[in-house]
Every structure is written in C-alpha cells, then in structure tokens.
C-alpha cells in the first residue's frame, strides 16, 4: 500500500463495514446492546474519533495516544483514537475529527484527508456516543502532543492492524470491573474497550482491499 491514490480511496469508501460483528469480537462480556432510539433517550454527549493514516519509512502507521490522567474521566489514562467531544461550532462529525486529531497530535488540518466514516459506537460506561472516521495524510506528520489530553503517543503499523485475530487475548484489567476483557496487546501496550471494537472492523475492512 504504498499510496494513497484514487482507486485505493475509492475502495476504502466502497467496503462494506462489518458493525456489531467485528466490535463484538472485543467487546467486553458485560457491555450492553442498545438501539439507536434507546440511545437518544439517554441523552448521549456526540464525539469523533480518527484513524489519521500516514507513511514512515517502514510503512503506513496511523497514531494511537495513552490519555492524560484525570479523576473526573471514566477512561483516564487508557489508549485511545485521537478524538473528543462534538463542539456546537464544528460543522460536522468529520470536522470535529480533524478538529480533535489537530489540537491533541498537531497535525494541521488541511493536511487530514478523510476517507470515509466508520459504524458509530456507543460506550455506556461515559454515555459517548462515538463517529470513527478513517483518513490519512501525504505530509509526514510531526507530533505535538496536548499535554492536557496525551501523555504518550503509539505509532501503531498498518501491518499489525492487518493481523489482528478473531480469537482475542483475554485479560482482567484494573478498570474492567473484575472480568476478563479481550485485549490488543502492542508491545506491551493494551489497547481495550471501544478502541479495540473500532480497530476491529478497521481491520476486517482493510483486510477486503
């Protein structure tokens, strides 16, 4: 995958995405399913999330963050896509995308191409309703974390994403109630929760190419 031309953008665009199947296989035994009406009923703060591709010498990666710690939110200090909260000035679900991707990584946003957007998740736990879009950048980036939001970045290969398996890793973690969660473990790192249900149809739709 060595560009990001026309033909592979229209692909990308043109997959079908797998939904509650592919976020079902990491999706921790305890999470509750909800319909969209149900959804709305509670009230639910609207978020986006990016899945910011671009090229490094080894290949295509795309950045993961490990949260600043913060007592008053519920997933302090877990991996995460860049991303946050919709703004009342953001246009769309795709700009406050690009919006968060700029402020929490310093990657300028005209520089972000979105490809296309991913199936929506909900996270009872924060009552975020998320937007996960896919996009990728031709100028390599150099990152300027926001302290505020990140304390670390994970540059994450393409490659990796491509093998991940249906038969996740179980593991008891310190915020995962008492139960055995599926996990992505990346070097140590452990990536859980609605990020792993994310990355999970990432990679089925990305494998179809």
Excluded: C
């Amino acid at each position: 995958m060595e560009f990001f031309g026309r033909d592979l953008v229209k692909k990308i665009q043109d997959s079908e995405l797998e939904g509650e199947l592919a976020h079902a296989i990491y999706s921790p035994p305890y999470r509750q399913l909800f319909t969209y009406e149900e959804i709305l009923q509670k009230n639910p703060k609207f978020a986006a999330v990016n899945i910011v591709l671009y090229r490094k010498e080894d290949g295509w990666h795309f950045p993961l963050i490990v949260r600043s710690k913060n007592e008053r939110d519920r997933h302090s200090g877990q991996i995460s896509l860049p991303g946050g909260k919709k703004e009342a000035t953001d246009r769309d679900f795709e700009h406050t995308a690009k919006r968060e991707t700029s402020e929490e990584l310093g990657i300028e946003e005209p520089y972000i191409r979105i490809i296309r957007e991913m199936s929506p998740i909900y996270i009872p736990p924060s009552n975020f309703y998320v937007r996960p879009f896919i996009s990728y950048t031709k100028r390599n980036p150099q990152f300027f974390l926001q302290e505020s939001e990140a304390v670390e970045l994970i540059e994450f290969p393409l490659n990796s994403i491509l093998n991940l398996t249906e038969q996740p890793q179980m593991m008891v973690l310190p915020s995962s109630q008492g139960t055995e969660v599926p996990v992505i473990d990346f070097n140590g790192y452990l990536i859980w929760g609605a990020t792993s249900m994310i990355l999970s149809e990432f990679s089925k739709l990305m494998k179809k190419l």
